[in-house]
């Protein structure tokens, strides 16, 4: 099946830096890339949905200047944490849809394996 | 997006039969059900999905009713990997591109 990756899979940084984080499609390209963040024991949360060649849409809440996304290909999608507080400490998971041109199940989305950051 | 409601926690033991139910009041023409399941510290994956009726795969079967108003993920014969948090979302399927939003799901604990 499809394959998403992340890098760095778990990060440590200390407060005021930034941290870029990609999300990669490895065997397929992706229509649209969503980005999600997930604190302990709650659910995801949408970020944002990044296309490639436009500037992604950020949900309500979610400051765009703060968490800049950069969708440069069909294969990679980056999110940086600008400087970095203690309370951006997070599992930041992407996922990546799959372009097709055929009957396909509808809003098939693959999720790469996350990623931990902890801002010291 | 129809927004789902979920049992928060379920306990099972291994070998049986685990049957979790989400509820979608507000399903739309052309929304499809979708089950994830995700185990600490990594994305979800993908289950199963449907529209009506009953789907089945390796993994799970999805029932969905006539008014389809929810739907029910079973698990057949559970063992102790299958504890995990199961996600069921809606949405539509002429969107391919389109954005799920996940729910507070249903944290499955099995014991031996």
């Known amino acids: 099946g499809a394959v998403v990756s992340q890098h760095p899979s778990w990060v440590i940084c200390k407060s005021g830096t930034s941290v870029k984080i990609e999300c990669r499609s490895l065997d397929f390209q992706a229509t649209t890339m969503f980005w999600y963040r997930q604190f302990p024991k709650q659910s995801l949360m949408l970020m944002a949905t990044s296309n490639e060649g436009s500037k992604a849409t950020y949900e309500q809440g979610v400051e765009k200047d703060k968490f800049l996304i950069n969708h440069a290909s069909l294969t990679l999608s980056t999110l940086t944490v600008t400087s970095a507080h203690p309370e951006d400490s997070s599992f930041y998971i992407c996922?990546?849809?799959?372009?097709?041109?055929?009957?396909?199940?509808?809003?098939?989305?693959?999720f790469g394996p996350g990623t931990r950051l902890t801002v010291l | 997006l129809a927004k789902t409601t979920q049992p928060i926690s379920m306990d099972s033991y291994e070998g049986q039969e685990v049957n979790i139910t989400c509820s979608h009041n507000?399903?739309?023409?052309?929304?499809?059900i979708t089950w994830y399941q995700q185990f600490p510290s990594q994305g979800p994956r993908f289950i199963i999905q449907g529209y009506k009726t009953k789907v089945t795969n390796e993994v799970a079967s999805l029932f969905i009713p006539a008014d389809r108003k929810s739907s029910t993920l079973s698990l057949p014969r559970v063992s102790l990997s299958d504890t995990a948090v199961y996600y069921c979302l809606v949405g539509d399927v002429r969107n391919q591109g389109g954005k799920l939003i996940f729910g507070q799901g249903t944290e499955l604990s099995v014991k031996p």
């Open positions: 996922s990546a849809s799959l372009r097709t041109s055929g009957k396909r199940r509808s809003n098939e989305q693959f």
């Open positions: 507000n399903i739309a023409t052309n929304d499809y």
